[in-house]
């Protein structure tokens, strides 16, 4: 299974609610199997979502996952990863399993009553 989070850093709610729940999720399911990414979808505000920002968030949110860039090529609209994906903006979450079928792509998602339907256990830890 891989979870994928796509975000921009100039998108508040990637800061706010999308980075939280990534983070929850990876502390709680690391070393599980599950792979995880996070993918910078430009299709806004060029000039704040530029690459150099990918360590920034990396380092800001403590996540030792793969950092991604992705901008849409010469003459498309919106980069690659929202085009294939269907993704509708950010903070977006994709999850794909192990058949490499897309089972959840959307805004948000509940880190606890995710983990609790892979039978994994959930401790406190605040998502904040």
């Known amino acids: 299974m891989k979870i994928l989070f796509c975000f921009q850093h100039a998108c508040p ?32 505000d060029f000039k704040d979502n530029t690459v150099d920002k990918l360590g920034i968030n990396q380092q800001r949110y403590d996540l030792a996952i793969p950092f991604g860039h992705d901008i849409a090529l010469e003459g498309e609209a919106y ?3 929202m085009q294939d ?6 903070p977006w979450f994709t999850i794909i399993d192990v058949d490499n079928q897309v089972i959840f792509a959307d805004f948000g998602i509940d880190p606890r009553r995710f983990i609790a339907a892979l ?10």
Do not use: K, M, N, W
Not at 85 to 90: I, L, P, V
Not at 119 to 128: A, K, L, P, W
């Open 85 to 90: 994906y269907r993704s509708a903006g950010t």
């Open 13 to 44: 709610g990637c800061h706010s609610r999308g980075f939280p729940v990534l983070r929850y999720l990876h502390h709680h399911l690391a070393g599980s199997g599950i792979g995880f990414a996070a993918i910078q979808t430009v299709f806004e």
């Open 79 to 81: 980069p690659s990863f």
């Open 119 to 128: 039978g994994h256990e959930s401790v406190s830890f605040d998502i904040d």
